[in-house]
């Protein structure tokens, strides 16, 4: 069983498009989290959800939008994308208490054409 | 505000030689510290981690690191090189203070080769 499953793997899109990227754990962790890796590898948190209340938000153009209906998932929304919104996001999750120890997915590689 | 720097985009090694991927962190506040491995196509992977205890740290997969407050680094070392250790390689740091969750801030990256 994967402990936490992205979906989908590669998303190819034009500009302007509107796109999700799904995620789910099942670890039973409470807290969730979207990183994005640029082209360059660099990874950079962008949200955090605490039993679906969310509590990091960093500075990410508000074309991005996070849901998480429960604690087990949590979405990423996309409007109106653009040519620099194309880069692998991952998400992760871990327990609250046990600070940095993340387990990541396989991440979703979006190209925007 | 946090920062990690990994000192070496590529590193590499011949099979069965040390392994010495070196980070340096800045913190204003006692870190944690962090290794993670990616290997090509998957997610990262914990090797090990600091948390303010032992400043020797064994992780998985024969890996080490330790935890030099005065020189502010954590660098992550492995006696003999496996081809299968090829991977990059992320430090990364979170403070200590149990607000910052899973706020990890990464370095750039090391890719590690390993020649048979």
């Known amino acids: 069983d994967t402990a936490v499953s992205q979906t989908p793997k590669y998303l190819v899109t034009q500009m302007g498009n509107d796109k999700s990227i799904k995620c789910e754990q099942n670890l039973g962790h409470d807290t969730m989290y979207w990183y994005k890796q640029d082209s360059k590898k660099f990874l950079k948190i962008m949200f955090s959800?605490?039993?679906?209340?969310?509590?990091i938000n960093e500075t990410v153009p508000n074309r991005f939008s996070p849901k998480s209906p429960d604690k087990a998932h949590l979405n990423l929304h996309i409007n109106s994308l653009e040519l620099g919104d194309s880069a692998v996001y991952f998400c992760?999750?871990?327990?609250?208490?046990?600070?940095?120890?993340?387990?990541f997915g396989e991440g979703s590689r979006l190209t925007v054409l | 505000a946090q920062s990690v720097t990994q000192l070496g985009s590529h590193v590499s090694v011949s099979e069965g030689a040390l392994v010495l991927l070196r980070c340096n962190y800045s913190s204003s506040v006692p870190p944690y510290l962090f290794w993670y491995v990616q290997y090509p196509n998957q997610g990262l992977q914990l090797l090990l981690k600091?948390?303010?205890?032992?400043?020797l740290v064994k992780g998985i997969n024969g890996f080490e690191a330790e935890f030099k407050k005065s020189e502010t680094s954590f660098h992550l070392t492995k006696p003999s090189a496996h081809m299968s250790d090829a991977a990059e390689y992320f430090c990364a740091v979170s403070d200590s203070g149990g607000t910052s969750y899973g706020k990890l801030t990464f370095g750039q990256g090391t890719i590690l080769t390993v020649h048979p």
């Open positions: 600091y948390t303010s205890a032992a400043t």
């Open positions: 992760a999750s871990n327990k609250r208490e046990v600070t940095g120890e993340l387990f």
């Open positions: 959800y605490n039993n679906k209340e969310l509590i």
